[in-house]
Antibody, heavy 117, light 112 residues
Framework: EVQLVETGGGLVQPGRSLKLSCVAS????????MSWTRQAPGKGLEWVAS????????YYPDSVKGRFTISRDNAQNTLYLQMNSLRSEDTATYYC??????????WGQGVMVTVSS | DIVMTQGALPNPVPSGESASITCQSS???????????LNWYLQRPGQSPQLLIY???TRASGVSDRFSGSGSGTDFTLKISSVEAEDVGVYYC?????????FGAGTKLELK
């Protein structure tokens, strides 16, 4: 059974940093691209970052480019999201997602990040 | 960026009736390989989103055949036949043709 378990969320002040982790199980992690997608409270879905299966290439929307860094440790079956210079508009539930093909076929349960002073 | 625009449902939908959700993209999602890179997801209350349909009309594994996807390069429809209680939630369309990956704002389905 595919499982994606996110950790690392919490309350952080504006301008500070936070690092999310996602431990994957139930599939061969290093065969799949992975992504992070977020959802602000009461709002829709926003793609945040993607990384190739090897970790050699990464992709971001303009809203987080230069502030967020996606990475992975294939030996530990773990995906990361380093978030720097956090803003109030980054407040959201962050989902770890697996890219099955041209779609996100598995989603984690999500982890809440609140940016507030 | 490709903008995804979703239509609303005339909520609530009577149980057992069919419901159709529309989605429009600002650019054709038809790839040169013949596949259309349009996905549908359902987010039930309090849950994570789940994949329903990919490549515009292919049902994901384990998804009921009451769900069907159709459309052209820019106009898409998710049809739910015989709506049930477990179908309640917010439906999102998503384009996977280009970066940034973009979603529609969501369409809420309520049951009568």
């Amino acid at each position: 059974e595919v499982q994606l378990v996110e950790t690392g969320g919490g309350l952080v002040q504006p301008g500070r940093s936070l690092k999310l982790s996602c431990v994957a199980s139930g599939f061969t992690f290093n065969n799949y691209w992975m992504s992070w997608t977020r959802q602000a409270p009461g709002k829709g879905l926003e793609w945040v970052a993607s990384i190739t299966n090897s970790g050699g290439s990464t992709y971001y929307p303009d809203s987080v480019k230069g502030r967020f860094t996606i990475s992975r440790d294939n030996a530990q079956n773990t995906l990361y999201l380093q978030m720097n210079s956090l803003r109030s508009e980054d407040t959201a539930t962050y989902y770890c997602t697996r890219r099955g093909g041209h779609y996100f076929d598995y989603w984690g349960q999500g982890v809440m990040v609140t940016v507030s002073s | 960026d490709i903008v995804m625009t979703q239509g609303a449902l005339p909520n609530p939908v009577p149980s057992g009736e069919s419901a159709s959700i529309t989605c429009q993209s600002s650019k054709s999602l038809l790839h040169s390989n013949g596949k259309t890179y349009l996905n549908w997801y359902l987010q039930r209350p309090g849950q994570s989103p789940q994949l329903l349909i990919y490549w515009m009309s292919t049902r994901a594994s384990g998804v009921s055949d009451r769900f069907s996807g159709s459309g052209s390069g820019t106009d898409f429809t998710l049809k739910i036949s015989s709506v049930e209680a477990e179908d309640v939630g917010v439906y999102y369309c998503q384009q996977f043709l280009e970066y940034p990956r973009t979603f529609g704002a969501g369409t809420k389905l309520e049951l009568k």
